[in-house]
């Protein structure tokens, strides 16, 4: 277990209020490469709902009050706290998520760049003079800040997924209710402690444990005092949040699902394209929603990339996150491996061939570990379950197409609209084929395309509105139309 004395950001209460918030009910965390009990945290009871509410509109009040450089300045100190403490919070990340200890600190960096450029943006939060098109009125506009928003975030990216979130509502002047996963609750009370520490006003930055999301959730919306939801998760989930907002007709943000396409033409550079595939699909294991989950190659060169992949491939190696050596960590739990090793065996049957990874496969099935190895599947069409489904897990779909448009329409033929990529050397089929994909966000001969300085979001069933970037300050922001008489 953990030892606060050896781990200076291990904290195990809800957070409210800036102060820990104990009850006697308890969820363990463990750890996903050793599945060994890291520690216990204690879940928030309904008293503690509605002291974070209460504490969350005070929290709100002073925000709101601060001038623009004074919310910077607060966004600055968590900023270079998050820096100071980069190797606890990975080493916190990688025990209690699993990904590869560089990995993490990473996204700890990442995350932090979503609290550096907030703190900048604050400034420019602009409203707009509008020409007047009489002689006895003015026209402008002014935003405010939107109030008390509830935060949800998931175990993929504990931390980055957390600043994408808290960074703009604070730099925007809103307070925050955190709900983060149960599985990674350690990341964000972490955070919030740095927070505290950077001197966040009381009730600005609240953390909410629970192992019964739905309920605590449900109570929340269901709460007029909290004005928005932003919510990082499945499809599914956000269609059930989408319904509970409605009923409060709440702001409402939502980063869902993916499926992502990932396009090799034919004049593409297959190894840059090769290494692209690699940093979009085994980044934190595959469990992105981001990552790619359908290669379509151009037939006339699906030969070469496969081998060139192949050759890649077979160099990673899966293991605990803390080993040097190791470039994929586990899946989170046990649950989602059994998941995964299902979608696949049912691909076999429906098909699909084994192009990597069959004895491995074999073999990890019947461990009872989290650990899965690189798959990778051939002859994939898109009447397989597989094709429609967002993998999150190291798992590579070949398929092949014979024209652009068809490969068009493969790509597009999903519900789903986070992110796609593809690679090619012919100018005009990028412009072509980046106008023709429909998705939120395209990677053009890049695999990596997350930055804080962004829009990141999706369209289709992938969401609702952007995080970072100019628009990510939008999201807590409403705006006021002012029409004054100047008539004498």
């Keep these: ?24 009910t308890f969820i363990t965390v463990d750890n996903p490469a050793t599945e060994k009990l890291l520690t216990s945290v204690s879940c928030v009871d309904d008293a503690g709902i509605e002291h974070a509410v209460q504490s969350a509109e005070l929290g ?17 100190r968590w900023y270079q706290l998050v820096i100071d403490y980069i190797d606890a919070l990975a080493e916190i990340m990688t025990l209690e998520q699993g990904k590869p200890l560089a990995e993490a600190k990473g996204e ?87 927070a505290i520490r950077a001197g966040f006003p009381k009730g600005a930055f609240n953390v909410l444990l629970t192992d019964d999301a739905p309920s605590l959730v449900s109570k929340l919306l269901a709460d007029h005092r909290v004005k928005k939801v932003t919510f990082t998760g499945s ?34 550079n297959l190894d840059q394209a090769v290494d692209g595939l690699i940093k979009s699909k085994f980044r934190n294991a595959g469990q992105a929603c981001v990552a ?15 081998a060139k992949l192949l050759t890649k491939v077979a160099t990673l190696k899966t293991g605990n996150g803390l080993s040097n050596d190791t470039d994929l960590g ?19 049957c429906e098909g699909a061939s084994w192009v990597f ?8 099935k019947c461990s009872k570990d989290n650990f899965l190895p690189v798959v990778v599947l051939g002859n994939i069409n898109q009447d397989m379950a597989i094709f429609q489904q967002e993998l999150f897990g190291p798992v590579v779909l070949l398929s092949q197409f014979e024209s652009e448009q068809q490969a068009i329409e493969l790509a597009n033929s999903t519900e789903y609209g986070l992110a796609a990529y593809f690679y090619s050397q012919n100018i005009n089929q990028v412009h072509r084929v980046a106008e023709s994909l429909t998705f939120g966000m395209v990677g053009i001969n890049e695999g990596l395309i997350s930055n804080a300085i962004a829009p990141f979001g999706g369209i289709k069933q992938s969401g609702l509105g952007r995080e970072g970037g100019q628009a990510g300050l939008d999201e807590y922001l409403q705006q006021k139309y002012l029409c004054l008489n100047i008539k004498d």
């Design 60 to 76: 709100f009040g002073t925000l709101k009050s601060m001038h623009s450089q004074a919310r910077s300045d607060l966004l600055m």
């Design 357 to 364: 990874g069959e004895t491995a496969f074999a073999e990890a």
């Design 292 to 306: 790619t989950n359908r290669v379509l190659l151009d037939a006339s060169i699906a030969g070469d990339f496969t």
């Design 108 to 194: 700890v960096i990442y995350g932090a760049e979503f609290i550096r450029w907030f703190a900048e943006e604050c400034k420019r939060s602009y409203g707009q003079q509008i020409p007047s098109n009489n002689n006895h009125q003015q026209l402008s506009t002014i935003r405010q800040p939107i109030g008390v928003v509830l935060a949800i975030t998931p175990w993929n990216f504990p931390i980055a997924m957390i600043t994408r979130k808290v960074a703009p509502a604070i730099a925007a002047g809103c307070s925050v209710i955190l709900k983060p996963s149960e599985l990674t609750p350690l990341s964000a009370l972490a955070l919030a402690h740095l």
């Design 1 to 24: 277990m953990f030892s606060p004395l050896s781990q200076p950001l291990v904290f195990t209460d809800s957070v409210i209020a800036n102060q820990p918030f104990v009850t006697k």
């Design 330 to 348: 586990p899946l989170i739990n046990q649950a989602a491996k059994l998941r995964l090793v299902a979608t696949i065996e049912q691909a076999i």
């Design 235 to 268: 499809t599914q989930v956000g269609r059930i949040l989408l319904a509970q907002a409605a009923n409060t007709v709440k702001r409402t943000s939502m980063e869902l699902g993916g499926n992502a396409p990932f396009i090799v033409f034919d004049s593409a």
